[in-house]
């Protein structure tokens, strides 16, 4: 009669094996929808990102008609030095007026139309994209992206 004799240290491999295997497996489960907000040329160093203005609508419990506007995605991560092609596609509103705040960029988003900016940023930090026309609640805002340079 023959025996199968499995060891302790054995037991453990297979497990630690099977856990790293099971991580590995949720990782790439939880970060395949990632590429769906940047889109990277493979033929170029640049790269897109695309962004649309959307806008929310609802009525309060006493009647009142109350909307708000963003960006989405209402974040986007840079690294120091990246080219980027900022593609912004205005969906909601007639005319969205914005600024980076921290630089000198400005520019204008109109429904219907793709605004393109060239971006390389070469210090870190969060910088705001703004719309001058929804800046506070006062306005249905804020309609404010964050640009957030590693």
Not at 69 to 80: E, H, M, N, S, V
Not at 96 to 111: A, R, V
Not at 118 to 145: E, I, W
Request: charged content about 20%.
């Amino acid at each position: 009669m023959q025996f199968l004799v499995i060891k302790k240290r054995s037991i453990i491999f297979s497990l630690l094996l099977l856990g790293l295997v099971f991580t590995a497996s949720l990782w790439i489960y939880l970060n395949m929808g990632s590429e769906a907000v940047v889109q990277t040329s493979v033929n170029d160093s640049t790269r897109e990102i695309h962004l649309v203005t959307g806008e929310f609508e609802a009525t309060t419990k006493d009647g009142k008609e109350i909307e708000a506007y963003r960006f989405d995605p209402g974040t986007i991560f840079l690294q120091k030095g990246e080219k980027v092609k900022l593609k912004i596609m205005g969906i909601n509103g007639a005319n969205h007026p914005f600024i980076i705040e921290g630089t000198n960029i400005s520019g204008k988003i109109l429904q219907g139309e793709e605004s393109e900016l060239d971006l390389q940023f070469q210090k870190k930090g969060v910088y705001r994209l703004v719309c001058l026309t929804h800046h506070d609640s006062d306005s249905n805002g804020p309609m404010t992206a964050y640009i957030v340079v590693n």
